[in-house]
T-cell receptor, first 109, second 114 residues
Framework: QKEVEQNSGPLSVPEGAIASLNCTYS??????FFWYRQYSGKSPELIMS????GDKEDGRFTAQLNKASQYVSLLIRDSQPSDSATYLC?????????FGAGTRLTVKP | SAVISQKPSRDICQRGTSLTIQCQVD?????MFWYRQQPGQSLTLIAT?????????ESGFVIDKFPISRPNLTFSTLTVSNMSPEDSSIYLC???????????FGSGTRLTVV
């Protein structure tokens, strides 16, 4: 079992729709969770972090964490073509950050 | 978050040669990380570089192949030694200022070995 698992996609949504990205992790004592966006040919950039169960909202982005289910998700509301990228889920325990393989999102105009 | 200058941005190298990648951070950081990202893949941690001590390598990566220097709290280098085409990849350095800020990445070095 991979430490951090994501559907590779591609996930395609129409402009203005909600994009839902999911991630599961294997280590129950993981402490903090991150979502990174990576445009093609660019390095990853942090868009959301979450540490406790529940939802965390930042603009059009909402991160959701359920530690009992070892599940973290990212919702992107009002998706824009500029959101088209690969989204990486990352899980941290004791300064050991592990990344998922990423989900490729395409937002179609 | 920290700003990282990484260079070179890309290079094409002959097999058997070595390439040194540099990362300069605009502020002092305790931990620097070196990752590899192969085409269509996620990030694989090569090693953690701490100032004043030897780097800690992940399983599958060895110091002879990927020597790392960390002379101070703002700078690190990764050398890819005796390169083969299998080393063709993007190499990224990364730092962590605080856990809340997550990791910040350099712009990456796209290496092609021919």
């Amino acid at each position: 079992q991979k430490e951090v698992e994501q559907n590779s996609g591609p996930l395609s949504v129409p402009e203005g729709a909600i994009a839902s990205l999911n991630c599961t992790y294997s280590d129950r004592v993981s402490q903090s969770f991150f979502w990174y966006r990576q445009y093609s040919g660019k390095s990853p950039e942090l868009i959301m972090s979450i540490y406790s169960n529940g939802d965390k909202e930042d603009g059009r982005f909402t991160a959701q964490l359920n530690k009992a289910s070892q599940y973290v998700s990212l919702l992107i509301r009002d998706s824009q073509p500029s959101d088209s990228a690969t989204y990486l889920c990352a899980v941290n325990k004791n300064n050991d950050m592990r990344f998922g393989a990423g989900t490729r999102l395409t937002v179609k105009p | 978050s920290a700003v990282i200058s990484q260079k070179p941005s890309r290079d094409i190298c002959q097999r058997g040669t070595s390439l040194t990648i540099q990362c300069q951070v605009d502020s002092q950081v305790t931990m620097m990380f070196w990752y590899r990202q192969q085409p269509g893949q996620s990030l694989t941690l090569i090693a953690t570089a701490n100032q004043g001590s030897e780097a800690t390598y992940e399983s599958g990566f060895v110091i002879d192949k990927f020597p790392i220097s960390r002379p101070n709290l703002t700078f690190s280098t990764l050398t890819v030694s005796n390169m083969s085409p299998e080393d063709s990849s993007i190499y990224l350095c990364s730092v962590k200022k605080t856990m809340e800020s997550g990791y910040t990445f350099g712009s990456g070095t796209r290496l092609t070995v021919v």
